[in-house]
């Protein structure tokens, strides 16, 4: 797998719809997979938004009835936020009588699968997967090596897009004010980030109601609209 091309596409994206639609349209092929999709997780690993290409939209369906318990590859990407094949997990028998192989990927024909963390902000923020037939070879230690570098730059770049404040507001928001925004544009809670800005709950509704009155917003989504431009 090479991936320069894609990385280097990534570098004049405008938005995240944009990163996302030149992942769709590039990604597997370079990768040689039968179907691919990404996905972006909330602060609960809660998907928010799924591109899937390859496979019907049932797929989906099968998967979210069979549920993230049964996918140890979707677990262990969750716990330790490392890019992992289905044989760095289980051996090859125990994958075959696995629920999510017997319930899913025999339904739709496939065999090999790989996933690989999107990271923000020190949180994991969403995943970017892959899977082959049963024609094709399965995804090896070499695979997540060099799926590891794509990963990095498609997070940085999601970053970039996903959280940053317009230049005109650099004025108007003290750098505290910024940080929340941020925190907020990241889908944390007043008490996450209070927790991860050392200060209290109480602190971080009040610095808020004073960004909305700066702004002239009234909701958080509005404001993060309005702080992206």
């Not at 990768?31 to 998907?47: E, K, Y």
């Not at 990407?77 to 990927?105: A, E, G, I, M, R």
Request: glycine share 6%; net charge neutral.
């Amino acid at each position: 797998m090479r991936f320069d091309s894609l990385i280097n596409k990534l570098t004049s994206i405008a938005n995240e719809a944009q990163l996302r639609a030149c992942f769709i349209d590039e990604a597997g092929d370079l990768v040689g997979a039968t179907a691919w999709g990404l996905d972006l997780l909330d602060t609960r690993f809660r998907v928010v938004e799924s591109d899937l290409w390859g496979l019907p939209d049932p797929f989906r369906d099968r998967y979210r009835e069979v549920g993230q318990s049964a996918d140890p590859i979707s677990q262990r990407l969750v716990q330790q936020q490392t890019p992992v094949h289905h044989l760095s997990v289980q051996s090859l028998n125990d994958w075959h009588q696995s629920k999510l192989y017997q319930d899913v990927f025999c339904v739709y024909g496939l065999e090999h699968a790989m996933v690989a963390p999107l990271i923000g902000s020190g949180r994991l923020i969403g995943g970017i997967y892959f899977m082959r037939g049963k024609e094709l070879p399965g995804f090896n230690d070499t695979d997540l090596i060099q799926l590891s570098s794509l990963c990095q730059h498609l997070s940085v770049r999601l970053a970039t897009l996903r959280f940053a404040i317009s230049p005109s507001f650099n004025n108007c928001l003290t750098p505290r004010e910024v940080e929340i925004a941020e925190l907020v544009a990241q889908g944390f809670s007043n008490r996450e980030i209070g927790l991860k800005l050392n200060i209290s709950r109480d602190a971080v509704k009040q610095a808020l109601k004073r960004m909305f009155q700066k702004l002239d917003v009234s909701a958080r989504a509005e404001m993060i609209a309005k702080l992206k431009g």
